[in-house]
């Protein structure tokens, strides 16, 4: 069993920055893919972005491409959201899972392990 810890959420203003970390506990994930997914009131999950397991690749949802990076230092067990530019529609608790292997990056079903979430308001 893997639990997934994530921190860093809170409440910024538009344009503003925040980093999100995940830190699992009980074991290293450094062998395997990640992502960030968000869930905004009354909507669904939705990908944010994913990292392999060397963070040698990297894949973004569109609408954060260009103001979201995504990173990962194994050294330390944990993976990274740099969020810049944060919109009001950013706005949603924010997950970080383990994926499977193989399978979509996309796709929350290839994700077995999630964490609890943090909260990531933007006001405008």
């Known amino acids: 069993q893997v639990e997934l810890v994530e921190s860093g959420g809170g409440l910024v203003q538009a344009g503003g920055s925040l980093r999100l970390s995940c830190a699992p506990s009980?074991?290293?994930?450094?062998?395997?893919?990640l992502g960030w997914f968000r869930q905004a009131p009354g909507k669904e999950r939705e990908f944010v972005a994913a990292i392999n397991w060397s963070g040698g690749r990297t894949y973004y949802e569109d609408s954060v491409k260009g103001r979201f990076t995504i990173s990962r230092d194994n050294a330390k067990n944990t993976m990274y959201l740099q969020m810049n530019s944060l919109k009001p529609e950013d706005t949603a608790v924010y997950y970080c899972a383990l994926k499977r292997l193989g399978g979509s990056y996309y796709s929350h079903t290839w994700y077995d392990y999630w964490g609890q979430g943090t909260r990531v308001t933007v006001s405008s």
């Open positions: 009980g074991r290293t994930f450094s062998d395997y893919d």
